[in-house]
């Protein structure tokens, strides 16, 4: 019988990593344990990274504008109406909204509640990077991005958000650990079941799930021990067939989202059009070092970014898939760049956005992927030099993240913390004592927070109607969205708000800005001072500024 080529040359590449690990799927420590230095490293950056989550947890900032959105859908709905599309423009996985619900359920509508299904997913994501990571790649390359993964501000950041992206990347190394776990046993029928029936909750727990399950695809496919299994083909099929059975349930669930004739489909494709890997201005090229920008320094690191070290990072990035390829095999190298070519895919059909919160669940591959250079890299130097030289490398991709959390657990920063602003406004809107103006980025907070009887959150129908014709408590008026100056300039924004404001005071008004513009502070002050107001400063707090606005008397 003729064998084909490329099937021979994948089983070459399987059978040395078959001949590297003791068995597929197992720890590459099964002969030896890691070396106790290492594992002392390890944990000590496991036991800060919770101290870390649990110090910005306990801090309890408010929910911001999109948290509360959230929040108030959760609080707001049964676990069956959760399946329908969300309120206040948002959306999110079904798992994920069943786990805050039962968490509000349990805890009541607060932000430790709320918040605690990230916070576990971000605890458990370091040790679960460490037991991946040494059946991926080496001990060490294990290490370091365990330590990415750690002190990441944005994993650490989402691990206190009520968004999914915390949620996401745990699911992304819950897959990759089922992966392994069928690998070590691909005969069982248990071990097949488990990963057809996690995959299939995974695409309910976490959106980009889909592009994982293709790299666990891959590797299954590629990895030779596993192909050879008896009965591969009809537990292969029957894992397949049911992810694709989800996927497809997933897809009717979210056909708003989807459609881009719907209006939330609309606003989101409109909000991610900068984000997709298209000719569109400012052209491929610029849309590509974003998305690069996004997916590896925004994802584990931050912001800030000197010029050389972009490209550095992303040249790290392939190199460490090769280095997986040359020491683990194809099927560990197409585990970690399947999905990440999938993302690339999607981002150019204008499917999936590029943006680095949305690409969250990618970060322990690219973790992976930049240790294993590093680790890579760190072997080249003599015997002895190697620990000093894996010391070198962690700090050299560690010290931002580490000076970043240190920042974090020493001063925890709010973002917009209009919560105390609108919990003192509250009785004076109750009593109608002084009308109260609100900025479009503090509606939610205001909703949330009040708990003011009056008319249920504005349907969905009506997210995208004016703010003026939205249901609000009396004597609460809600103001029109200002996007900037010349826009405001040319609507006359700042005057149509001064005019409500001036009608409604008797003879003064209080203004709560959340979300909100230095420019549009700037501009509605103007407006308002036009009118003979006298503007006051009461209260400021990080994104959120509450003032009183006074009218000469029998001129409001």
Not at 133 to 146: C, D, K, N, Y
Not at 222 to 234: I, K
Not at 299 to 319: H, M
Not at 519 to 540: K, N, P, Q, V, W
Request: hydrophobic share 50%; proline share 8%; aromatic share 8%.
């Amino acid at each position: 019988m003729i064998r084909n080529p490329l099937v021979s040359w994948i089983d070459g590449r399987s059978t040395r990593r078959e001949r590297r690990l003791a068995a597929p799927g197992e720890s590459t420590a099964t002969s030896h344990a890691p070396a106790r230095w290492l594992l002392y490293a390890v944990w000590l950056c496991v036991a800060l990274g919770t101290v870390v989550r649990l110090r910005l947890y306990l801090a309890r900032r408010a929910l911001w504008f999109d948290e509360a959105a959230v929040a108030l859908n959760v609080v707001d709905r049964s676990f069956l109406e959760l399946l329908a599309p969300l309120d206040f423009r948002q959306t999110a996985p079904p798992l994920f909204l069943w786990l805050e619900r039962t968490a509000v359920l349990l805890g009541g509508p607060n932000e430790l509640a709320l918040r605690a299904p990230a916070l576990v997913a971000g605890l458990l994501l370091a040790p679960l990077t460490w037991w991946v990571g040494q059946r991926l790649t080496s001990e060490s390359a294990a290490a370091i991005a365990t330590a990415l993964v750690a002190f990441s501000p944005p994993l650490v950041y989402y691990s206190n958000e009520l968004k999914p992206y915390a949620v996401d990347a745990l699911v992304t190394l819950l897959l990759l650990a089922g992966a392994f776990h069928v690998a070590g046993a691909p005969t069982s029928g248990r071990r097949w079941t488990a990963l057809a029936a996690g995959g299939a909750a995974a695409l309910f727990a976490s959106t980009p799930s889909v592009f994982v399950l293709a790299g666990v695809a891959a590797f299954l496919l590629l990895d030779s021990h596993t192909r050879r299994a008896a009965g591969f083909p009809a537990h292969a099929l029957a894992t397949v067939g049911a992810w694709g059975v989800a996927f497809a349930a997933t897809v009717i669930l979210h056909r708003e989202v989807a459609d881009p004739a719907a209006p939330l489909g609309h606003f989101l494709r409109a909000s991610w059009s900068p984000y997709f890997l298209t000719t569109s201005p400012p052209g491929l090229y610029e849309r590509g070092v974003r998305a690069a920008h996004e997916a590896i320094r925004l994802t584990l690191f931050d912001g800030r970014s000197r010029p050389y070290e972009l490209p550095a990072l992303a040249a790290a990035l392939v190199a460490g898939i090769a280095v997986v390829a040359r020491t683990r095999g194809l099927a560990s190298a197409a585990l970690l760049a399947t999905p990440l070519l999938a993302l690339v895919v999607a981002g150019a059909l204008q499917q999936y956005p590029l943006r680095s919160r949305i690409l969250l669940f990618a970060a322990p591959l690219i973790a992976f992927c930049l240790a294993s250079a590093g680790a890579a890299l760190a072997k080249t130097l003599p015997r002895r030099a190697a620990p000093v030289g894996l010391l070198v490398v962690g700090l050299l991709l560690l010290w931002r993240p580490l000076s970043k959390a240190a920042t974090t657990a020493w001063s925890p920063p709010g973002r917009y913390e209009a919560r105390e602003m609108v919990r003192a406004l509250t009785p004076i809107a109750a009593a109608r004592r002084e009308p109260i103006w609100l900025s479009g980025g503090a509606e939610n907070a205001w909703r949330f927070y009040s708990g003011l009887p009056g008319p249920r959150p504005y349907a969905r129908t009506d997210d995208f109607a004016d703010p003026h014709d939205r249901p609000m408590p009396p004597g609460v008026l809600l103001g029109r969205w200002f996007t900037d100056s010349a826009s405001a300039a040319r609507s006359g924004w700042a005057d149509t708000e001064a005019a409500r404001i001036a009608g409604a005071a008797h003879p003064c008004a209080l203004l709560l800005f959340s979300l909100a513009k230095g420019a549009e502070r700037r501009e509605l002050s103007r407006a308002l001072a036009r009118r003979g107001a006298r503007i006051s400063t009461l209260h400021i707090r990080p994104g959120a500024r509450l003032y009183r606005a006074c009218f000469p008397d029998g001129d409001a």
